[in-house]
Every structure is written in C-alpha cells, then in structure tokens.
C-alpha cells in the first residue's frame, strides 16, 4: 500500500508527518472507539481512520494536508466518516462537533502534542494519544525524578493516565528518530485556572530551587520587585523545600497561596 500512496501524498517534514502503517496498533487504538463519537487528528494515509470506521458510531477525522484528503476521499469510504480539510487548532468546535464527540484517538505529530494536551484539558475529553514516548515519560514521571516536569504536574492534577504500549519507531513511515507509546488519558474533577497554570509553570521553570527562590527568580515575569517578592512569601508552604521534590498536588497547593499571597501587595 505505501508505495502508491507515498507517490500520491509524499509526506512533508515542516508538519512533522510520521504515518502508522501498522495495523495491529491501529487496532488496539480503535478498540476504544466502540459505539462512540470520535475526533482523530492527522490521519495520514488512514490506518487508524479506517479502523476507527469500523466499530464508531461517528469519525470527524481532521487533515491539514490536501494531498492527504484527497487520497482518503478515495481510500476510506464509509458514511460514518467526516473528513475535515483544515488546521486542527483553526476549526471551530461546531466543525469538529466537539459538544457531543465522545473520545479523540489520534497518531499526534510530535510537534503538536502540548497544543492537543492543552485542548484536551480545555474540552475535557477523554483520549487516546500515540505520542513521542520520552512525552509520555515526562507524563507519568513522579516527584523527585529527573524527568519531573510541569508536563507532570499538569498531567497528573488533571487526567488519570494509563499507557496502553509501546510504538517502536519502525511502526511508522517515514521512520521518525524516536519510538512512540499510546496512552489511555481521563479528565479528573480537578480544575486547574490560568493564573494557578502560569504558577506551576513559573515554579517547574526554576524546579531545582528551593520554592521561596523559585518565585523570587521570576519577578520579570510577575512584574514585581525581588524584595517584595520575598516579603509577600515568607511564610509559604514548603518554601525551603525545592520545587522538583513536591508531590502534584503540593505544588497546586503552592501556586494557590502564592497568587493570594502576591495579589496583596
């Protein structure tokens, strides 16, 4: 299949294309799909896609690539389909149909996955991801570690995640310089707003200085003076404690009383 397809729709570098050709993963991707609404991200040359036609009720498939929709116009045909050519992050959610998609099940390039973590979290919406698996790494990575991050945190106060596999890099075409894994991520209750986010991420830039000093070495950011920085903080929870040592939920803890706290002065 690949050798017509590749004359048809060549994959281009700059939108960080890297194709599954593997039908065994697309497969167990798509068993989460049963009788569902689902929205999938970059197609490609459609593995997923038509696997994803198969047992979902509904599959809003989004593809940047014009070559690439034309090529899936003719090679997946099913009335469940709805193929999208445009920019994910430029649709609206009325042409993703995103009020009554149930799961996103999506190969992400590796470029996007941040933005698509952000969506998620925005949407709420439960998803199944194959991602670069050192990122899937920094997801799951705990407190303490090396690979602890603010990806970590934000993942871990935000979604209950269970990893599905693991994508070697020969699963794809053309074959990418780092392997993959597929997860299984689930919104949690916890809610986390824009100043605390921006809290962490100021925290997590600095995660290897203790708390007070994280905080005062970002008052470019804040827009504050070092001193009163050090003033409005003295007393914070954990403040001699470094950043990278804290548990999640610590750090949210952290973020909270910092933004009351800086918000008095």
């Not at 960080?16 to 798509?30: D, R, S, Y």
């Not at 459609?46 to 198969?54: A, E, I, N, S």
């Not at 470019?220 to 914070?236: C, E, T, W």
Request: glycine residues 4%; charged residues 25%.
């Amino acid at each position: 299949m690949l050798g017509g397809t590749q004359m048809y729709a060549r994959p281009i570098k700059a939108l960080g294309q890297n194709f599954l050709k593997n039908e065994t993963v697309a497969i167990a991707e798509a068993a989460h799909s049963y009788q569902k609404n689902v929205l999938e991200i970059g197609p490609g040359y459609g593995v997923l896609t038509k696997q994803l036609c198969k047992h979902a009720s509904r599959v809003v498939a989004v593809e940047k690539d014009a070559n690439l929709c034309r090529f899936l116009r003719t090679e997946v045909k099913s009335k469940r389909l709805r193929l999208i050519n445009k920019d994910f992050f430029k649709a609206t959610d009325e042409e993703l149909q995103a009020a009554d998609t149930d799961i996103m099940i999506a190969n992400v390039p590796y470029n996007l996955s941040s933005k698509i973590i952000e969506w998620l979290l925005a949407h709420s919406m439960q998803a199944v991801l194959c991602l670069q698996k050192e990122f899937v790494q920094h997801m799951h990575a705990q407190c303490g570690t090396e690979n602890y991050s603010r990806l970590s945190v934000m993942s871990s106060l935000c979604f209950s995640m269970t990893k599905i596999m693991d994508v070697p890099r020969g699963n794809f075409y053309p074959v990418p310089r780092v392997d993959s894994a597929v997860i299984y991520i689930k919104p949690k209750q916890q809610k986390v707003g824009k100043e605390e986010a921006q809290m962490i991420n100021l925290l997590m830039q600095h995660k290897n200085k203790r708390v007070r000093n994280a905080l005062i070495d970002s008052h470019r950011y804040l827009g504050m003076d070092k001193q009163v920085i050090a003033s409005a903080i003295k007393n914070i929870d954990h403040g001699d404690e470094r950043a990278y040592k804290l548990e999640p939920k610590q750090i949210l803890e952290v973020a909270q009383q910092a933004i009351k706290a800086l918000q008095k002065e």
